[in-house]
């Protein structure tokens, strides 16, 4: 911490020029302000990293979910070709429960 030497302006021990209570809070003033700019552009870096990476993990998530769909399409595709009366009956008993359980 800077040592006031008189209320006269005066350079201190490490160049800084102190008038009296002012200068000192002047000095700390605009170390505060420094400071706080600092922090404001980590800040700003730091939800520009964030948003890269939530970004980076939903383009992700939805690619794996588009290839489990397509898998999962190609899946029912064969079952139908295969077994089209099963899969009749299972759409048809569907249909049934749906239509049951929507009226109540």
């Known amino acids: 911490m800077p040592k006031l030497i008189s209320s006269k302006s005066r350079t201190s021990h ?20 420094d400071r706080l700019e600092d922090i404001k552009e980590s800040l700003a870096e730091l939800t ?13 998530t939805l690619k794996n979910a ?8 190609k899946k029912m595709n064969r079952l139908v070709t295969q077994k089209p009366y099963k899969s009749l ?13 929507m009226k109540k």
């Open 66 to 73: 588009k290839d489990q769909t397509m898998q999962m399409k």
């Open 48 to 60: 520009e990293n964030i948003k890269d990476k939530t970004s980076d993990a939903i383009s992700h």
């Open 14 to 33: 490490n160049g800084m020029h102190s008038n009296g209570r002012g200068g000192i809070l002047h000095y700390y003033q605009n170390r505060l302000t």
């Open 89 to 101: 009956g299972v759409v048809l008993l569907t249909g049934i429960v749906l239509g049951y359980w």
